[in-house]
């Protein structure tokens, strides 16, 4: 009776124990093998969003030279294995563009978008909803599956509260003005975060200033958030002029350099510049015949770049205005990755920053040398190229570059380079203990 007794009050503790500490005790797993594996994602299709579209529709007034549209209107598709997704196409290979000029009407101007691989976080710095401009965001899902994605618009007084989800359907395509989520925003960035495989985003930026096309272009994505970008090709000349825009996320303190073919270029005022968390900032850049904009911060930033260029107004009165844009996203500064760009109609030159001081050459796909120069680091120089359109160029690692489109009257545009290897994402995957709880 009383070794019955011990027992129980042996177990009575024990249960008091386990009540008291709300848990199991268990021995502590020995060291188990840990393997680091490097995964490689599958190699997704490119994807260009199509034609520009006028952001009101095509008004037929009757009159050519009212008409909101255009007969003058040509549209360059460059990539091997193009398939029709929306009013967008896919492509394979490392390259693909299209590239379309707009002779006359509201959307005037040359619009050129590099085609790019499905991601599922994107930044898109770029675009306006103030009066007289419209902002159209693009979403194109290359994938077999479903996929949802989440914008998040910033302007100069932060974050906007309304974001948008949008479900795009397998193989499909969603537009989205962005005017119709926050009107009167001057200067945009796009956030755009996708389930699944992900998404392509590019963003129409089109505007007038009264009745004249003030000029239109696609924002493409730029560099992630990082602390060392460069923006190549802000060289301006004449009455030209350059913007560049800045986000931090989380705020930042950021010093921007301005350089050309000989160094920096002297930018006063932009040597601490404080960036407040979420605020769209816009500095205007000097003149320089041949320009890129070094970006170095404390903290995660994301820019772009925009040229205007003013024309001559065919019809009109004497005091109108009318221009083209073409917009620039900043790169990483040294990453070290090799880009390649397809080459369209209308290309003549590319823009280039060189980080390291040697020869910079870029060669096309049999490796033949199409334009080279030897530059210093810390310089920007504008280099010639003559070769057919659909061309693929491939630019050294270490130079962050662009290939710029122009034509008469004042007709200008931008195509930028992808990287064109996969990136592996490296594993860990190690044996872990567990209880059972014998249910």
Same mark, same amino acid.
């Given at each position: 009776?009383?070794?019955?007794?011990?027992?129980?009050?042996?177990?009575?503790?024990?249960?008091?124990?386990?009540?008291?500490?709300?848990?199991?005790?268990?021995?502590?797993?020995?060291?188990? =093998?840990?393997?680091?594996?490097?995964?490689?994602?599958?190699?997704?299709?490119? %994807?260009?969003?199509?034609?520009?579209?006028?952001?009101?529709?095509?008004?037929?007034?009757?009159?050519?030279?009212?008409?909101?549209?255009?007969?003058?209107?040509?549209?360059?598709?460059?990539?091997?294995?193009?398939?029709?997704?929306?009013?967008?196409?896919?492509?394979?290979?490392?390259?693909? &563009?299209?590239?379309?000029?707009?002779?006359?009407?509201?959307? =005037?101007?040359?619009?050129?978008?590099?085609?790019?691989?499905?991601?599922?976080?994107?930044?898109?710095?770029?675009?306006?909803?103030?009066?007289?401009?419209?902002?159209?965001?693009?979403?194109?899902?290359?994938?077999? =599956?479903?996929?949802? =994605?989440?914008? @998040?618009?910033?302007?100069?007084?932060?974050?906007?509260?309304?974001?948008?989800?949008?479900?795009?359907?397998?193989?499909?395509?969603?537009?989205?003005?962005?005017?119709?989520?926050?009107?009167?925003?001057?200067?945009?960035?796009?956030?755009?975060?996708?389930?699944?495989?992900?998404?392509?985003?590019?963003?129409?930026?089109?505007?007038?200033?009264?009745?004249?096309?003030?000029? #239109? *272009?696609?924002?493409?994505?730029?560099?992630?958030?990082?602390?060392?970008?460069?923006?190549?090709?802000?060289?301006?000349?004449?009455?030209?002029?350059?913007?560049?825009?800045?986000?931090?996320?989380?705020?930042?303190?950021?010093?921007?350099?301005?350089?050309?073919?000989?160094?920096?270029?002297?930018?006063?005022?932009?040597?601490?510049?404080?960036?407040?968390?979420?605020?769209? #900032?816009?500095?205007?850049?000097?003149?320089?015949?041949?320009?890129?904009?070094?970006?170095? %911060?404390?903290?995660?930033?994301?820019?772009? %770049?925009?040229?205007?260029?003013?024309?001559?107004?065919?019809?009109?009165?004497?005091?109108?205005?009318? &221009? *083209?844009?073409?917009?620039?996203?900043?790169?990483?500064?040294? *990453?070290? %990755?090799?880009?390649?760009?397809?080459? @369209?109609?209308?290309?003549?030159?590319?823009?280039?920053?060189?980080?390291?001081?040697?020869?910079?050459?870029?060669?096309?796909?049999?490796?033949?040398?199409?334009?080279?120069?030897?530059?210093?680091?810390?310089?920007?120089?504008?280099?010639?190229?003559?070769?057919?359109?659909?061309?693929?160029?491939?630019?050294?690692?270490?130079?962050?570059?662009?290939? #710029?489109?122009?034509?008469?009257?004042?007709?200008?545009?931008?195509?930028?380079?992808?990287?064109?290897?996969?990136?592996?994402?490296?594993?860990?995957?190690?044996?872990?203990?567990?209880?059972?709880?014998?249910?």
């Amino acid at each position: 009776m009383i070794r019955r007794l011990v027992v129980l009050l042996a177990a009575g503790a024990a249960i008091v124990a386990v009540v008291a500490t709300g848990r199991i005790v268990v021995d502590e797993p020995g060291e188990r =093998a840990t393997t680091v594996a490097e995964v490689v994602p599958a190699v997704q299709p490119l %994807a260009c969003p199509g034609p520009v579209e006028i952001p009101v529709g095509d008004i037929d007034s009757g009159d050519p030279d009212l008409g909101s549209g255009s007969g003058e209107r040509t549209y360059d598709v460059e990539g091997d294995g193009t398939d029709p997704v929306g009013v967008g196409f896919l492509a394979d290979g490392d390259a693909a &563009a299209s590239l379309e000029r707009i002779g006359t009407g509201d959307v =005037a101007g040359i619009a050129a978008a590099a085609c790019v691989a499905p991601v599922r976080d994107q930044w898109l710095v770029g675009g306006s909803t103030a009066l007289g401009a419209s902002a159209r965001l693009v979403l194109t899902n290359p994938s077999d =599956a479903s996929t949802e =994605a989440t914008v @998040t618009l910033y302007g100069g007084l932060g974050e906007i509260e309304e974001h948008a989800v949008v479900s795009i359907a397998p193989g499909a395509q969603q537009d989205l003005l962005l005017e119709g989520i926050a009107a009167e925003v001057p200067a945009l960035a796009v956030h755009v975060v996708a389930t699944g495989a992900g998404i392509v985003a590019h963003l129409q930026d089109s505007r007038l200033d009264g009745f004249q096309a003030a000029g #239109t *272009d696609w924002v493409t994505r730029g560099a992630q958030p990082g602390t060392s970008l460069v923006v190549p090709g802000v060289g301006v000349a004449g009455e030209a002029t350059a913007t560049l825009r800045l986000l931090a996320p989380e705020g930042a303190d950021a010093s921007l350099t301005l350089v050309g073919e000989d160094g920096a270029i002297e930018w006063g005022g932009v040597s601490a510049l404080e960036l407040e968390p979420g605020v769209v #900032t816009e500095v205007e850049v000097p003149a320089a015949a041949s320009g890129a904009i070094e970006i170095v %911060a404390d903290a995660p930033v994301v820019a772009g %770049a925009l040229l205007t260029v003013p024309r001559d107004v065919v019809d009109g009165p004497d005091d109108a205005l009318a &221009a *083209d844009l073409a917009w620039t996203p900043a790169q990483p500064a040294d *990453d070290g %990755a090799a880009r390649s760009v397809m080459i @369209t109609e209308h290309i003549t030159a590319l823009a280039v920053h060189a980080s390291a001081t040697g020869e910079v050459a870029f060669t096309d796909a049999a490796g033949t040398v199409v334009a080279s120069a030897s530059m210093t680091a810390g310089t920007s120089r504008v280099l010639d190229v003559d070769v057919p359109a659909g061309t693929v160029v491939t630019g050294p690692a270490g130079a962050a570059w662009v290939a #710029t489109a122009t034509d008469e009257p004042g007709f200008i545009g931008t195509v930028v380079p992808r990287r064109t290897d996969v990136e592996s994402t490296p594993v860990t995957v190690s044996q872990r203990g567990y209880v059972r709880d014998g249910s």
